[in-house]
């Protein structure tokens, strides 16, 4: 018999048709919300293998009577979401996908897989920036609304990228990839993190270090959001650090939601502290909740431009992220299923 996979969300064709070659699949069909852990614990008593991506939990109840779960194929694996003590305890492998070796990328990502995603993530965030600058969603939905416009009109005037400051709070993997992009469009690009780069590496992403973090946020016209996420910073951006932006000034998150004070950002918003955000995460994700959702107040502000926490949507980073997950199953599958 051949075993059975359960793919907890669709993903790209190439994943499905390599480990259709090996096992029987079963893919959750909804792509407006996240499995759930009652689907989740029901998959496991019909379904030998489990392939999730990282935000999908892992809970005890799946491996209780009448489980059949061997192992879980992941990318990622997260103490906040997945109980891993319970899968070892139950005999239940942590199939994890194979990591990616550099090999063309001048700057240690491969443009392969991981490599591909911060690239994507930094070009999203350049994208919402560009429609905060540009006013491309409000402009959108007038024209859809409307059906007609007036020529030259100052109703969307917006304050561009040319001249203006943008402020990079953290400098990793996504803020290289969007630097390079914005020192291209005649933008001022500070940046601020614990340790200043070299002068070459300044030159080479076309940045300026600024020590303080308060003086890049208040002299930034667009102030971009690119820290890691732990405990110690959680609110790290709340009241205080808004009232330091320009009035004019747009706030851009690609990082993580629970960095932000959200109530403190949704006041921001509301009063006219900051001119509007683009948001790509928010503070009801995973492990807050199963199923993420954007909330409300922010879905109905014009200022505000949201995408689901999808930065590296591309058919290449995607589809390479689940590949090389579906590659370690499928390894895992011929070395040992006996049926």
Not at 81 to 96: E, R, S, T
Not at 98 to 125: E, F, I
Not at 304 to 315: E, F, K, M, R, S
Request: some cysteine; aromatic content about 10%.
């Amino acid at each position: 018999m051949r075993p059975k996979i359960f793919v907890s969300q669709p993903i790209p064709q190439p994943a499905l048709d390599l480990m259709a070659e090996v096992a029987d699949l079963e893919v959750f069909p909804w792509t407006h919300r996240e499995v759930s852990i009652d689907e989740l614990e029901s998959a496991a008593q019909r379904s030998d293998y489990f392939f999730i991506m990282h935000t999908v939990p892992v809970r005890a109840r799946y491996f209780g009577p009448g489980s059949r779960l061997k192992g879980i194929g992941m990318q990622l694996a997260r103490e906040d979401l997945h109980d891993l003590a319970a899968m070892k305890a139950a005999g239940v492998k942590q199939i994890m996908s194979k990591p990616v070796v550099p090999t063309d990328d001048p700057d240690g990502y491969s443009l392969d897989g991981y490599g591909l995603n911060p690239r994507a993530t930094g070009q999203l965030m350049v994208a919402l920036l560009l429609n905060c600058a540009y006013r491309v969603n409000e402009s959108d939905m007038f024209c859809r609304a409307n059906g007609f416009f007036q020529e030259m009109t100052m109703q969307f005037m917006g304050h561009g990228t040319t001249g203006k400051t943008v402020g990079l709070y953290g400098f990793g993997k996504v803020a290289k990839q969007a630097a390079r992009l914005l020192s291209a469009m005649d933008m001022e690009v500070l940046y601020t993190k614990r340790t200043r780069l070299s002068t070459d590496d300044e030159t080479k992403w076309g940045v300026t270090w600024c020590a303080d973090p308060d003086d890049l946020v208040a002299r930034s016209d667009y102030v971009c959001l690119l820290v890691d996420f732990d405990d110690s910073k959680l609110k790290m951006f709340g009241e205080r650090e808004f009232k330091l932006m320009k009035p004019t000034a747009y706030f851009i998150n690609v990082a993580r939601g629970r960095l932000v004070d959200q109530d403190a950002l949704i006041a921001a918003l509301t009063d006219g502290t900051i001119a509007g955000a683009g948001l790509e995460v928010f503070w009801t994700e995973p492990p807050n909740v199963v199923d993420p959702y954007v909330d409300e107040r922010l879905r109905k502000m014009d200022n505000v431009v949201l995408t689901p926490h999808n930065g590296g949507a591309t058919y290449a980073s995607r589809g390479a992220q689940t590949l090389r997950i579906a590659e370690a199953l499928v390894e895992e599958i011929k070395a040992n299923w006996t049926g």
